[in-house]
T-cell receptor
Framework: EAGVTQSPTHLIKTRGQQATLRCSPI?????VYWYQQALGLGLQFLLW???????NRGNFPPRFSGRQFPNYSSELNVNALELEDSALYLC???????????????FGPGTRLTVL | QQQVKQSPQSLIVQKGGISIINCAYE??????FPWYQQFPGKGPALLIA?????SEKKEGRFTISFNKSAKQFSLHIMDSQPGDSATYFC???????????FGTGTRLTIIP
């Protein structure tokens, strides 16, 4: 079974530009999560999508946005890039269980975003 | 109240020894506590997870101990091996919320 895949592996942008990161979940998983792993700040929750809807959002400004497509893949967009947006962006996916709960989150390898 | 505090920040253990990493939380609504292992350049991989209805869970050399009254949980790695050298993260989530709140990570180094 293929794991969570993310593209691109590396992305270099300049301040003020927009970045688009992509994620394909494990087959059968309907939930996709985005996390930011910045140096010294650990893993911070960004967004949760399930069945095409945004279910939860972390403490990030509105210039961080995303969407989930009918095939459950997802896109994270970061507008007006700032130097401090440089980080590893991780995508995770999980199944929905009975009782409106979700299963274990499985992570992809991440996209390393560098803002110059 | 959403924080998960993890210690130590770094840990050096001799091969064959026991590695112990501790986490503490405040929010009693947390009901799922996974541990993730991350190697450089890779995404975190689930190691083992526990829910509050049990006090201990063991999978191979990895054991989670959970103390609900103290709001603490810990990861024990028995017979630590050089291949266990990685960064370990504890995490917690609330049912229906599903976002993982992570600890700050522990860099574990196993020396021969």
């Amino acid at each position: 079974e293929a794991g969570v895949t993310q593209s691109p592996t590396h992305l270099i942008k300049t301040r003020g530009q927009q970045a688009t990161l992509r994620c394909s979940p494990i087959s059968g998983h309907t939930s996709v999560y985005w996390y930011q792993q910045a140096l010294g700040l650990g893993l911070q929750f960004l967004l949760w999508y399930d069945e095409g809807e945004e279910r939860n959002r972390g403490n990030f400004p509105p210039r961080f946005s995303g969407r989930q497509f009918p095939n459950y893949s997802s896109e994270l967009n970061v507008n007006a890039l700032e130097l401090e947006d440089s980080a590893l962006y991780l995508c995770a996916s999980s199944r929905r269980l009975a009782g409106d709960s979700t299963d274990t989150q499985y992570f992809g390898p991440g996209t390393r975003l560098t803002v110059l | 109240q959403q924080q998960v505090k993890q210690s130590p920040q770094s840990l050096i253990v001799q091969k064959g020894g026991i590695s112990i990493i501790n986490c503490a939380y405040e929010n009693t609504a947390f009901d799922y506590f996974p541990w993730y292992q991350q190697f450089p350049g890779k995404g975190p991989a689930l190691l083992i997870a526990i829910r509050p209805d049990v006090s201990e869970k063991k999978e191979g050399r990895f054991t989670i101990s959970f103390n609900k009254s103290a709001k603490q949980f810990s990861l024990h790695i028995m017979d630590s091996q050089p291949g266990d050298s990685a960064t370990y993260f504890c995490a917690a989530s609330i049912p229906g919320n599903e976002k993982l709140t992570f600890g700050t990570g522990t860099r574990l180094t196993i020396i021969p």
